[in-house]
């Protein structure tokens, strides 16, 4: 059964920055694509970033357009952890974050491909 424990949340002025972790247990993240959706009040679930490992040490990254040029998603294969680097941050990008993973498909924007999700982080960014 895989966990995912995500954490780095936090209040942050407009134009601030931020970094997201996700530390994952139980699985083998060799195979499997993690990566971030998130939900603001009132609105949909979205896709935010997912990263895709080949196997070896070579990342594929994906991002949501909104926050295309802003953030960065990497992995560290040794820690199971996934990472978020939210730059020049916008009160739009407020919500909950949650970390995801699932094995790789090319629905990968779509939340129901993910089967497993970690508990969520609080982002507030203030304008």
């Known amino acids: 059964q895989v966990q995912l424990v995500d954490s780095g949340g936090g209040l942050v002025q407009a134009g601030g920055s931020l970094r997201l972790s996700c530390a994952a247990s139980?699985?083998?993240?060799?195979?499997?694509?993690m990566g971030w959706f998130r939900q603001a009040p009132g609105k949909e679930r979205e896709f935010v970033a997912a990263l895709r490992s080949s196997g070896s040490s070579i990342y594929y990254a994906y991002y949501a357009d909104s926050v295309k040029g802003r953030f960065a998603i990497s992995g560290d294969k040794a820690k199971s952890t996934v990472y978020l680097q939210m730059n020049s941050l916008k009160a739009e990008d407020t919500g909950v974050y949650y970390c995801v993973a699932a094995p790789w498909s090319s629905t990968y924007r779509d939340s129901g491909n993910y089967r497993y999700w970690g508990q969520g982080t609080q982002v507030t960014v203030s304008s």
């Open positions: 139980g699985g083998s993240f060799s195979v499997y694509t």
